[in-house]
């Protein structure tokens, strides 16, 4: 599989960058169907950038794992 530029150098992203669903998911290490499940979840907040782009912001995405792991 071929992995997205931003999840190969999402630690260096500011917490301000925005990350689209799939690299979101890669980086979590889940699928998209999941990722959809956790976002229609409110575990974290999506930004919509056009009509048809959706986004998270890495810190966003950053902090969720943060709780995931942690607890």
Not at 30 to 40: D, I, N
């Amino acid at each position: 599989m071929k992995l997205n530029p931003s999840v190969t150098q999402a630690d260096h992203l500011p917490d301000s960058a925005h990350l689209r669903p799939k690299a979101c998911a890669q980086l979590m290490g889940v699928s998209m169907a999941t990722f959809w499940r956790l976002a229609k979840a409110k575990k974290f907040p999506l930004h919509k950038l056009t009509e048809r782009t959706t986004s998270v912001r890495a810190g966003d995405l950053r902090a969720f794992m943060a709780g995931k792991v942690e607890g």
